[in-house]
């Protein structure tokens, strides 16, 4: 499963679609932490890569639990 954020992201998406089974494209951090928190579960290990001038560093603390 893949989840892209913002205008870049969706460039990254549509290359990805070719192989990756699953993409989701989100505009912001916090609908990609919506979308994350819907396609996971207690356990599953989360790869959060990005710059932070996505604010995707409000996914990574809130599933580390530490914001909400």
């Known amino acids: 499963v893949l989840v892209v954020v913002g ?3 969706r460039i990254i998406a549509e290359a990805a679609a070719i192989s ?6 989100a505009a912001d951090a ?3 932490l ?3 928190r819907s396609l996971t579960v ?3 290990v ?5 710059s932070r001038a996505v604010g995707l560093e409000l996914v990574a603390e809130v599933l ?3 914001s909400s």
């Open 7 to 9: 205008a870049g992201g």
């Open 20 to 25: 990756v089974p699953e993409v989701h494209a």
């Open 30 to 32: 916090s609908e990609a």
């Open 34 to 36: 919506q979308v994350v």
């Open 42 to 44: 207690r356990g599953d």
């Open 46 to 50: 989360v790869l959060v890569k990005a």
């Open 64 to 66: 580390l639990g530490r």
